[in-house]
């Protein structure tokens, strides 16, 4: 939670602020793609924020721009959000 509280100090954000989040779904590692989702799952919850989930094949199919714009019914919604681990 550390980096995350540092990382948004860096850039000027703050948790308030923010009306929603996106969360990689994989694939990746187990532990990786568990945790992400656990924090992001409980930051949102804790401050009633959207959480969206994508796939990391998203953002190399459509780029990260694209993915931002794109409308967020192409999104998982939190409550859909199934990982998909690689080993």
């Given at each position: 939670?550390?980096?995350i509280l540092d ?81």
């Open positions: 939670m550390i980096l990382f948004l100090n860096e850039h000027n954000l703050n948790l308030d602020k923010i009306s929603e989040i996106f969360v990689n779904q994989g694939p990746g590692k187990i532990s990786s793609i568990r945790n992400s989702i656990a924090i992001a799952k409980g930051i949102a919850f804790a401050k009633n924020i959207d959480l969206y989930g994508f796939l990391s094949k998203d953002i190399t199919e459509k780029g990260l721009d694209q993915l931002v714009k794109t409308d967020k019914k192409n999104f998982t919604n939190i409550n859909l959000i199934k990982p998909l681990y690689s080993s």
